[in-house]
């Protein structure tokens, strides 16, 4: 007798005996695909095995994505949402399904305020994909911490400006359980900061636009986000910054150095024109800092170290001696 004209309950008892191993019961379906019906629940089941996860994942996901509600209920019956323990479902889910996904694991019991061992929410992710419509499902769970930061210190709104995500950042900003001046832990960077040195036009605008930002803040190095920005000629962030009243433009960092000397030793001329032009810029600060800088010059014998240090040097000559030339 071929094991095919066997009862179907004695085929599903044997397949059942492999529920262990779905590579066994994938190829039992190769050789004969009259058995996917019957073997359908015993293949779900196995499914909800934790080891490895990437089976019980792909089960939910095609099962929702068919409209398959049946095999929806019987994966969470069984236990699927044991996968989503530490965030790990949804943030996977968050980061390659549709929203239709996302929605229906948040409707089957994944929690949305999970927290994965880097520390990173569903929230937070949906934020660094620039997922908007996620932010905004998650956004309407009123139990979450919006503020979470991750192993590193980073916010969803911190990692959404980072990344330049204007309508993640949006929403957030929208929030009012959302903290916009929030420093990550390794050098005191805020998202507005960072939104500057890389150049996010809108992001900036909508940062600025929020009425608790701290257009100053300082990072543990003491730059702030007009000198992020004019070291790095973002002329436009510049431009957008020093037009805001509030806005310190000759506020030093660790070093002594202004936006104006940063700019400077950078050669970030176009910046530097923008803040010449400013009314109440002090130049004594950057001259004196080059004048100082050009003063330290040995007179020794130049060695491989010092010729770097003479190409350092002259950066500050030329920018010095442009600056001159500008004001006449």
Known sequence: MSFFSLPPEIILHICQY??????????????????????????????????????????????VDRGDEASVQRLV????????????FLNDAIETQSQRVVQRLLECGAEAGDIAPDGQT??????????????????????????????????????????????????????????????????????????ARYGHEKVVRLLLDHPEINVNAQTAYGETPLNFAAVNGREVVVKMLIEDKRVDINLENCNGWTPLRSAAESSQEDVMRL??????????????????HESEWPGAEETQAM??????RGWARRSLAWMRRLLG
Not at 33 to 58: E, F, H, N, S
Not at 78 to 87: E, S, T
């Open 122 to 195: 569903p929230l937070f992710v949906a934020a660094k994909v620039g997922r908007a419509p996620v932010v905004k499902l998650l956004l309407s769970h009123a139990g979450i911490d919006v503020n979470t930061p991750d192993t590193l210190g980073r916010t969803p709104l911190y990692i959404a400006a980072v990344n330049g995500h204007e309508e993640a950042v949006r929403l957030l900003l929208s929030d009012a359980r959302v903290s916009v001046n929030t420093k990550e832990y390794s050098s005191s960077r805020t998202p507005l900061i960072m939104a």
């Open 18 to 63: 492999l529920s262990h191993d779905l590579c066994h019961l994938n190829s039992l379906l190769r050789v004969n695909w009259r058995l996917a019906i019957l073997l359908k629940p015993v293949l779900l089941d196995a499914a909800c095995d934790p080891y490895p996860i990437i089976q019980g994942t792909r089960a939910f996901y095609s099962a």
């Open 275 to 292: 803040l010449l032009d400013c009314e109440g810029i002090d130049i004594s600060r950057a001259q004196n800092a080059i004048d100082r």
């Open 307 to 312: 010729e770097i240090q003479k190409s350092r």
């Open 77 to 88: 019956k069984k236990g699927i949402l044991r996968l989503a323990v530490n965030g790990r």
